[in-house]
């Protein structure tokens, strides 16, 4: 079962009028939700919050204030895994064009259309991403550990590397 799929067989056990169906959704399930949420990163944890959790909540109550902000803060690259990151890709010599790759990866998985420019034999010599839409790539490249520069919307960070790319819109 997935973990929406187990999510709602709670629901529905907990309402249930058979005392065994509410024991298995307070005692049970649980347990294996627990196994499966444990697999997941930070950032699907915060989506399960936002998808599950909120809306379930009072608008006047402090949870969906508390259980708001967690999401937020799920979602976002974590600051001290990046510090730590940093420290050691620079023992590793620093991996050439890693940034790069996270971003192709990134955009690839989200289905956005991307060429790294200019197109030269050393794949790694360029830092800039044409993309159709730059907003839905900053946005993409946001939630995959990237952060926005205070230099322009156009310039990104990479959360683990600390390397700049940089994102031109051009439409077809």
Do not use: Y
């Not at 930070?42 to 379930?56: H, K, S």
């Not at 996270?102 to 989200?110: I, N, P, T």
């Not at 794949?123 to 790539?137: G, L």
């Amino acid at each position: 079962m997935t973990i929406r799929e187990l999510i709602q067989e709670q629901r529905r056990c907990m309402r249930s009028s058979n005392p065994a169906e509410r024991f298995a959704s307070a005692l049970l399930i649980p347990g294996e939700l627990l196994k499966h949420l444990r697999q997941l990163r930070n950032f699907d944890i915060g989506q399960l919050l936002e998808d599950e959790v909120l809306p379930n909540l009072s608008l006047l109550a402090p949870e969906l204030t508390i259980c708001t902000e967690a999401a937020d803060r799920l979602r976002r690259p974590n600051r001290e895994r990046v510090f730590v990151s940093r420290r050691r890709s620079r023992k590793v010599s620093q991996q050439e064009g890693e940034h790069l790759l996270h971003a192709e990866a990134a955009l690839f998985r989200a289905g956005i259309p991307n060429l790294l420019l200019p197109f030269q034999r050393d794949k790694f010599a360029s830092n800039t991403f044409v993309v159709p839409c730059v907003a839905q790539a900053r946005d993409c490249l946001c939630h995959a550990g990237f952060r926005q520069t205070r230099r322009s919307p156009l310039w990104l960070v990479d959360g683990e590397t600390g390397r700049p790319i940089r994102l031109v819109e051009h439409r077809t």
